[in-house]
């Protein structure tokens, strides 16, 4: 379910401006990006690697390598923002293919 909400999005632009983000079930982006099909993408891929690592162990390994590696080098990321402009990508991906990026650093 895509959720457009300013607001949300604004509270959470701490240390980044947030356009978009996952939220087990949800999309959330922020009112001006309804035909930004590009940041949807790279939020569907999140849903993917999401559901595939049954939403906690996504948000565990998640904060750990942003802890660790910072935001831009968090491997869920590299899939994403490697891939957020090929809008077939969701299906041609294989399971498990954030931790590729992972293991090829």
Sequence with gaps: M???NDKILK???IFME?????L?????LREGHRED???LNHEK?????QKELLVVFF??????EWLFKGYRNISFEKEAYNNQYNLDYLKTRNR???FKTFRNR
């Design 37 to 39: 099909k590009v940041l």
């Design 45 to 49: 891929i999140h849903l993917e690697q």
């Design 24 to 28: 087990f079930p949800f999309i959330i």
């Design 11 to 13: 509270r959470l632009s």
């Design 96 to 98: 498990y293919d954030s």
């Design 18 to 22: 947030v356009y978009g983000i996952t």
């Design 59 to 64: 948000y565990i390994i998640y904060f750990v």
């Design 2 to 4: 895509i959720i457009y």
